[in-house]
């Protein structure tokens, strides 16, 4: 959130190198990238296909969507690889995960196609404003308040599960695996028995 980035860069002296956040066609946090520009940070995408919006109980799927289907149609694509293809051109980092062969193969073949001028603004205006990973004020080192979908499937185009997030997994105080969005690349910290969510190297994860 801007007010978080903001906060940050008013108490340290050096300015974060890159700012992982939900990014993806439904919810594109366009005034945080504004703010990013600002002062020369990376955009790092985090969902950046929408992996999320399969499980998190929203109304439908980014995979679904049939603006990314018409597009991808015409390319001879999937609605994933325009997702990564409209990153690439607007200039974003994008954090990918699967276990799966052919989802990675799928994932990198983005470089052989171009979206029109015309295909940027259609995804640019599938923005809904409405996040569906965490609250960045749920996460704390206390506690994380995150639905937790099943580690030994793979990404959310088959199985709910989201490509843009790492497992970072633990037992905590009986409750069961707690499993921290994105961890592998945002960093963790340890609680206790309880991995969370925390800043590692020059990464700053403000959502």
């Known amino acids: 959130m801007p007010d978080h980035l903001t906060q940050l860069l008013d108490t340290v002296t050096v300015v974060p190198a890159v700012n992982q956040i939900e990014l993806h066609p439904y919810f594109q946090q366009k005034e945080l990238q504004a703010l990013h520009a600002e002062h020369g940070i990376l955009t790092q995408a985090w969902s950046p296909i929408g992996g999320i919006t399969s499980y998190a109980g929203g109304e439908k799927r980014s995979f679904d969507d049939p603006t990314l289907i018409e597009i991808g149609g015409r390319h001879g694509k999937t609605p994933a690889q325009v997702m990564l293809r409209w990153h690439l051109q607007q200039g974003r980092s994008a954090i990918l995960k699967s276990t799966k062969k052919d989802r990675i193969a799928e994932n990198f073949d983005v470089f052989d196609f171009e979206l029109t ?51 970072a997994t633990s037992r905590c105080a009986g409750r069961g695996p707690i499993r921290s969005p994105g961890g592998g690349s945002a960093g963790s910290r340890w609680t206790g028995r309880c991995r969370v969510p925390g800043p590692a190297g020059r990464h700053f994860r403000s959502k």
């Open 117 to 167: 001028a015309a295909d940027l603004a259609a995804i640019d205006a599938l923005d809904t404003g409405i996040r569906s990973g965490p609250e960045p004020d749920s996460i704390t080192l206390e506690h994380t308040e995150w639905p937790s979908p099943r580690p030994d499937r793979d990404d959310g185009r088959r199985a709910r599960s989201d490509p843009g997030m790492g497992w």
